[in-house]
Each structure stands twice: as structure tokens, then as C-alpha cells.
């Protein structure tokens, strides 16, 4: 399972590259409007620290206007992604994009019929948000579910990319799905490696080390 930062935080993204955990990067507007930076001088950064995808999305409505600004983020580096949403524009780009060989992530997928027809248009990622669907009471990883099972049935190269992942506990459901990529906010990441049982552990170590007197180095 390969894991993506959920951030346009670049001093995060630093931080948790350093761990070799991290196999991409996805942002959207929220997330740029969050960094308080310009959204190209951001995604260029964050290009240059991870050598998997980031996605920098689209944020027109139109397909010309999609295929303008996706021209300007995927000259930004050779590992840019470009995110389009779910629209009938938005597929209408992920076709043109795909067949140009751009990768393109695409995202607010909320249904499985979504996702189909984000397969067909080419997509490398589909981006179903889990978290969004479980706050108005739906099941978000039945969706998960739902798009690995029809993709299986096609084989279908567009990979499960699930997103708004709120918990560890999200991340781990979608690694039981077969999901390819789940993309994690920063925290979410470092509550995976922590347990008080380990930092427990690790103390009751240190201290009988320390009886023993003994050094490694
Ligand atoms: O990048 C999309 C995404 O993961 C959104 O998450 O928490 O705003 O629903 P959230």
C-alpha cells in the first residue's frame, strides 16, 4: 500500500520524507489557502522533495479553462499529478489529460458509478473521500469496497487513492480493502508509529540497559 501526505505544508512534508515512508503528495484549495503560500512556488517546493505524484488540482469549472491550468501545474515538474474533479467537464479533462500521458488524479468521488466512469476516462487515481461521506452518516469505506471489487472485475489500471482519511483506523480498513494509495494528513500518519505499549516498553528497556552498564558504540 503506498502512502500519500494529505498537506501543502512543506516543512511537514520534509519531516515526514525523511522517514522514506512517504510515496506522494496530494493537496487541493483548501489545503494551499490553509499554507498562506502561492499555490505554484508550493507545489514546485513540494515536487522537489518527494519523487512519487503531487497533486495540485485544477480549479476552473470549464474543460478549456481545466486544460489551461493543468498545462501551466503539469510544467511545473515531471511528478506533478493533475486533479480534476468530478464533473462531466472534469472527466472530459481526465480523457484529454490521460491520453496526453498526464497523470490524473480525480477527485470529490462520492459514488461508485463516479468512479467507474473516472476509470474510463483514464484516471491513474480516483479519490473517493471517506471521511466526508462517514460525516453525513453514510459508510464511507463501503465505497472503498465497492470501487476496488469493480475495478477488479475490469482490471482496471486507475488506482483507489482514498482520501479525507480522518484515523488510523480508516488507513488500516483501506489496506483490508486493497486499496492502493490512502492519502494522510501528518497526524493521522504519526499516531500510526506511536502506542503507549512501545513507549512503555522502550522505557523498561532503557532502564534495565542502563543496569547492565554496558555501551554499544
Ligand atoms: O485532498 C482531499 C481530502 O483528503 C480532503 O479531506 O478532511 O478535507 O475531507 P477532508
Known sequence: MKFFIDTADVAEIKDLAE??????????PSLIAK??????????????????PVSAEVTALDFETMLREADVLRRLADNVAIKVPLTRDGLKACKRL????????????????QA???????????????????????????????I???????????????????SPMHVLEAARLGADVATVPPGV??????????DKGLEAFAKDWAKTGQSIL
Open 19 to 28: 522517514t522514506g515512508l512517504v510515496d506522494g503528495v496530494t493537496t487541493n
Open 189 to 198: 500518519l504519526r499516531q500510526m508509529y506511536g502506542h503507549p505499549l512501545t
Open 116 to 146: 467507474l466512469l473516472a476509470a474510463k476516462a483514464g484516471a491513474a487515481f480516483i479519490s473517493p473521500f471517506v471521511g466526508r461521506l462517514d460525516d453525513i452518516g453514510s459508510e464511507g469505506m463501503e465505497l472503498i469496497s465497492d
Open 98 to 113: 490521460s491520453s496526453e500521458g498526464t497523470l490524473v488524479n480525480v477527485t470529490l468521488c462520492f459514488s461508485a458509478a
Open 148 to 166: 476496488c471489487e469493480i475495478y477488479a472485475n475490469y482490471d482496471f489500471d486507475t488506482e483507489v487513492l482514498v482520501a479525507s482519511v480522518r
Open 35 to 52: 499554507s498562506g503560500r502561492k499555490f505554484l512556488d508550493v507545489v514546485k517546493e513540494i515536487c522537489a522533495i518527494v519523487d512519487g
